[in-house]
């Protein structure tokens, strides 16, 4: 097997990793440093591994993330409406912020500028308790991350890590934003459905 010639103790730190994988199939090395270099070690048979079952393993090591999907879209998250335009906004934010930056910085976003980007596209704000699920959802898979304790107020920070380029692949921006500006309030999921079905969300 793959991983047999491993010590009983790296066996284990591997077992870890894949089980965290098919929980949340978003990895960034800022944010959980061993797991990522457990994987740059055994890049090929973690690859050999989900191949095997046929998942897709990408370790994106110029933007040093990880990202597991399969590739025919099965098991993807049903996402709700809130959830859809939440995402697509940060990930639109993503794009724009990410310009002109080096590599190892992280583009920052303020709640005001989301809520901003909200207002452009002519789309109800989501209520207290909507937001914190949602900044909560978007923290397990590594999306972002708080930096501020009052995640409430206008200036409080967010720091948007690479893996979003994995929840919208760029040729699909315009044709998503094509879409928030024709909204209908009826519509539901949709093409930013990317995430793993298997993954809780609290």
Request: glycine content about 2%; hydrophobic content about 40%.
């Amino acid at each position: 097997m793959m991983f047999d010639e491993l010590s009983e103790s790296e066996q284990a730190k591997v077992r870890h990793v894949l089980n965290r994988l098919f929980e949340v199939n978003l990895l960034v090395r800022d944010k959980d440093r061993e797991a990522y270099a457990i994987i740059r070690r055994h890049s090929q048979a973690f690859e050999a591994y989900f191949q095997f079952l046929g998942w897709e393993l990408t370790v994106d090591e110029r933007h040093e993330c990880v990202f597991l999907h399969l590739p025919d879209g099965r098991l993807r998250r049903r996402l709700d409406r809130e959830q859809t335009l939440w995402l697509l906004v940060l990930r639109l934010l993503y794009e724009e912020k990410r310009q002109g930056l080096s590599l190892a910085d992280y583009p920052m976003v303020t709640l005001h500028e989301i809520r901003s980007k909200f207002e452009t596209f002519r789309i109800e704000w989501v209520g207290r308790t909507a937001l914190d699920k949602l900044i909560r959802l978007c923290a397990q898979f590594q999306l972002l991350e708080a930096m501020d304790e009052d995640h409430r107020a206008d200036d409080a920070r967010f720091k948007l890590y690479h893996t979003w380029m994995y929840v919208v692949q760029a040729d699909e921006i315009a044709q998503l934003t094509e879409r928030l500006e024709r909204y209908d309030a009826a519509e539901e999921g949709g093409l930013l459905d990317e995430m793993d079905d298997t993954a809780p969300v609290d």
